[in-house]
């Protein structure tokens, strides 16, 4: 059989490789080209340093003519989970525009003017339902008819830039915030690369310019990375949690809570909910453990919700334990949304928002049916095949 394996944190390994990000060439010659005369924006949040730990905006404002700052969701500074309001860079005086309000996700043609490009750094995870890559494609949009020039400065795909996995996006659930375009749950691309499909397949036709990573390979993962961890989201505060968050992120779609708290450090490392009573998470424990997923282990754990669903309530639930080697996040993510349908029934409920996030409506029917996994992943497979080829024409490395 096949496997296509998720990230690994593989603890044996002490492999690191030395690689340049965008960000890290903004110093050479026929880089630097790029930004000279012109009136620059920059759209980027807290982890767009260099290996050297400059941020981007410190340099941009020092070397170059940095005239506004947007901030994705999360914010500047990557702190906040609610809706983020416009504000002031202490440090450089300049207008920060928050690009996740309540119903506005890009810049307006007013707040565009006299710039001539937006220099975009952002820290994917590789997992379709991450809102960065949303951001981006509005950002185009937006800068498209008024020929302002896109500029992303490149990073590695934290998951590794082989490893596809999950259901294709429907297209009729193509569009949404979480849901922005037709790929995989895992789709194995760069942000650079991404826009270069989107511009192209959604016909956006902004003036785009990526500058690539080097030193990267498309085998690398987050093991091989040589600089410290900069979260890119406030629940990713431990390198691991990109790895979970694969798995997890699909099914915060229930009605359950995935350890999200006021420091994190257990999200997405737990999964349960007051409505499960204390006998029932030692059961979900033993019947996830029955499954005899690859490389995982699940432990009835109890705790006090500290943030978001459930907040202030004692929950009882499962724990994770992952070894770091290879798992098949879509398989594990099926099979455990099978087990809560059937031993929860009419008490593990999805959200309205769930089929964008598994990819289509017949998923979460085919889950709630008790179709075997081996079924539904010939469907998934040969969706996987024919993304793979209309891909390639947009890889970087």
Request: proline share 4%; charged share 25%; aromatic share 8%.
């Amino acid at each position: 059989m096949k496997l296509i394996t998720l990230l690994l944190i593989v603890l044996l390994s002490n492999s690191v490789f030395s690689m340049d990000y965008g960000i890290d060439r903004l110093d050479e010659a026929n880089v630097s080209k790029i930004f000279e005369g012109k009136k620059l924006a920059v759209l980027t949040h807290a982890a767009a340093k260099s290996k050297s730990g400059v941020h981007l905006i410190d340099f941009l404002h020092q070397k170059f003519e940095l005239k506004k700052i947007f901030a994705p969701e999360h914010g500047l500074r990557t702190l906040n989970d609610d809706w983020v309001d416009d504000g002031i860079d202490e440090a450089t005086g300049l207008a920060v525009m928050s690009l996740y309000k309540r119903g506005e996700r890009a810049p307006r043609p007013e707040d565009l003017q006299g710039i001539d490009a937006v220099v975009i750094d952002l820290q994917d995870v590789g997992v379709r339902y991450y809102t960065y890559f949303s951001t981006i494609a509005e950002v185009m949009k937006a800068l498209a008819p008024l020929k302002i020039e896109v500029i992303i400065l490149d990073r590695p795909n934290l998951l590794g830039g082989e490893l596809i996995e999950g259901k294709v996006l429907d297209p009729s659930l193509a569009g949404s915030f979480t849901a922005y375009h037709t790929v995989p749950t895992r789709h194995g691309m760069t942000l650079g690369e991404l826009a270069q499909m989107i511009n192209v397949e959604n016909k956006i036709n902004a003036k785009l310019t990526v500058i690539p990573a080097s030193g990267w390979k498309r085998e690398n993962l987050i093991n091989d990375l040589d600089r410290p961890w900069l979260a890119p989201s406030p629940a990713l505060v431990e390198i691991e949690q990109v790895g979970l968050y694969a798995i997890w992120g699909t099914l915060e779609n229930f009605n359950l809570s995935v350890g999200r708290g006021k420091s994190n450090e257990m999200a997405f490392k737990i999964l349960g909910a007051p409505w499960i009573e204390e006998n029932e998470s030692k059961e979900l424990g033993l019947i996830l453990n029955q499954l005899k997923l690859p490389n995982l282990e699940f432990v009835p754990y109890s705790w006090k919700v500290t943030r978001a669903i459930y907040e202030g309530q004692l929950a009882h639930g499962v724990m994770i334990k992952w070894n770091g080697h290879e798992v098949r996040t879509d398989e594990v993510t099926y099979k455990i949304s099978a087990v809560l349908f059937k031993l929860f029934k009419g008490r593990a409920k999805l959200n309205k928002m769930a089929a964008q996030s598994y990819g289509s409506v017949k998923m979460i029917e085919a889950i709630e049916s008790q179709i075997p996994w081996k079924i539904y992943q010939a469907t998934i497979d040969q969706e996987l095949e024919k993304f793979k080829t209309s891909r390639s024409k947009f890889l970087l490395y």
